[in-house]
């Protein structure tokens, strides 16, 4: 059983970075084939895909977030790593990992965490 867990600091303040972890069970972050990533759902509004970083180690982030967004993985430790900077408010937002099948799509999902950015 694959099991995801964030964890991170739950109050940011705004102009700061945001760092997030994601420790992983159950499986290694380096199998090929999975895509491990980053996904947030603010108040009021859908998912919103924010990055991963591949099995090989390769990340891609979306484009409107690209400029602030550092996505990073420690193997050793079988964990991967957001990290935000330059925080607002429209950043707050209840943060997931999640994996990301080449075949199946996301099969396993982190409980969640929210982040509340404020002075």
């Known amino acids: 059983q694959v099991q995801l867990q964030e964890s991170g600091p739950g109050l940011v303040k705004p102009s700061q970075t945001l760092s997030l972890t994601c420790a992983v069970s159950?499986?290694?972050?380096?199998?090929?084939?999975?895509?491990w990533s980053w996904i947030r759902q603010s108040p009021g509004k859908g998912l919103e895909w924010i990055g991963n970083?591949?099995?090989?180690?390769?990340?891609h982030v979306t484009p409107s977030l690209e400029s602030r967004t550092s996505i990073a993985r420690d193997t050793a430790k079988n964990q991967f790593v957001l990290q935000l900077s330059s925080s607002t408010p429209e950043d707050a937002a209840v943060y997931y990992c999640?994996?990301?099948?080449?075949?199946?799509?996301?099969?396993?999902w982190g409980q969640g965490t929210q982040v509340t950015v404020s002075s």
């Open positions: 999640a994996r990301r099948s080449s075949f199946f799509g996301y099969d396993y």
């Open positions: 159950g499986d290694s972050i380096a199998t090929k084939g999975y895509y």
């Open positions: 970083i591949a099995y090989s180690g390769s990340v």
